[in-house]
């Protein structure tokens, strides 16, 4: 499950926004959705190919007319066309900005608008609208709990994945939310070693103030062990596959150590402050991006990247029961 948060967009008040993943199983064969998922892919990497040169970046309105009658000749829809030139462009700019080369598509992976399937959560069944005026229909698998908590949720966008053992669906779900004027306000000031949390009245006096401690300090071992790896190994360890899983193992740990911890922060922060009717001041972290270009020890130390999860299911937490953020 994958959660945000999305922002006012138009005069639109703030909403959540998470995803339903699900196995799928094809009924009647899925040949043609195969079909369908070797196209997608083949015209998301003729749009990598030529754009990857070009400088700066396409809008969506030059993609289309670049690209538009080939895939029209393809069989594909016109929403399918809009979703392949997204896809493409999040592609290339991910692999320039990590300064990789350009990317060779393998995976069969696409992306739907709503307005190219149908959904139906009562028998759980999808229908895609694929090339060629075809369609397939699926059958899904999930916890019917997980399932009955987006009923009321408006769907939008849709991904599909073949993995060589079988479909996955991952629908992405939206919901309004109203905030609730507050009485009072939780101040949550992060740190290296604990979040500080305060309780103050409108008028600014102090109700309560309580700690938690960060779990950064289990965390950045890993990240120590990590690095001792790469010295060890400066030129083989993204090639030597043992010392490449053992890398991989620790960033794993330092992943779920923090989203663990991001989760329990953000819904016991969001459970205070909506017992005291508060609204949620989060620190403001730019200062501390501009910091992040000092010296590699205070790098370390900073680990930005675990403040900004626990701001993220901070501020998730407080959305989903109506309390406002700032």
């Not at 079909?35 to 040169?53: G, K, S």
Request: charged share 35%; glycine share 8%.
């Amino acid at each position: 499950m994958v959660t945000r948060v999305s922002r006012p967009v138009r005069g639109e008040g703030p909403a959540l926004v998470e995803t339903l993943r699900m196995r799928a199983l094809p009924e009647g064969g899925g040949d043609d959705l195969l079909e369908f998922l070797r196209l997608y892919r083949d015209a998301v990497q003729a749009v990598v190919d030529r754009t990857w040169n070009v400088e700066g970046r396409l809008s969506i309105g030059t993609l289309h007319k670049l690209f538009y009658k080939d895939f029209v000749s393809m069989g594909f829809r016109a929403h399918h066309a809009k979703e392949i030139y997204v896809y493409a462009k999040g592609i290339v700019k991910s692999a320039k900005g990590s300064g990789g080369r350009r990317p060779t598509l393998r995976r069969l992976t696409a992306r739907l608008d709503k307005y190219d399937y149908r959904l139906d959560l009562d028998d759980m069944t999808l229908t895609l609208r694929l090339h060629k005026g075809r369609e397939a229909r699926l059958r899904l698998t999930a916890p019917k709990e997980r399932a009955e908590k987006f009923r009321g949720w408006e769907n939008y966008e849709l991904a599909i994945k073949y993995d060589g053992d079988g479909l996955w669906v991952t629908v992405y779900f939206r919901r309004d939310v109203k905030p609730a004027g507050p009485r009072t306000v939780t101040s949550v000031d992060l740190n290296f070693d604990n979040i500080t949390l305060a309780v103050l009245t409108l008028s600014g006096k102090l109700i309560r103030l309580k700690r938690l401690r960060t779990p950064l300090r289990k965390a950045l071992t890993h990240r120590i062990w990590i690095e001792r790896i790469q010295r060890r190994y400066p030129r083989s360890w993204r090639f030597v596959k043992g010392v490449r899983m053992a890398v991989e193992r620790h960033g794993e740990r330092i992943k779920n150590i923090s989203w663990d911890y991001a989760h329990r922060a953000g819904d016991l922060i969001a459970e205070l402050a909506l017992r005291y009717g508060s609204a949620v001041v989060l620190e403001d972290l730019n200062g501390l991006r501009e910091d992040r270009k000092g010296g590699r020890d205070f790098n370390k130390r900073l680990t930005l990247w675990f403040y900004e999860k626990v701001q993220f299911c901070i501020e998730y937490e407080a959305k989903e029961r109506g309390l406002q953020d700032r």
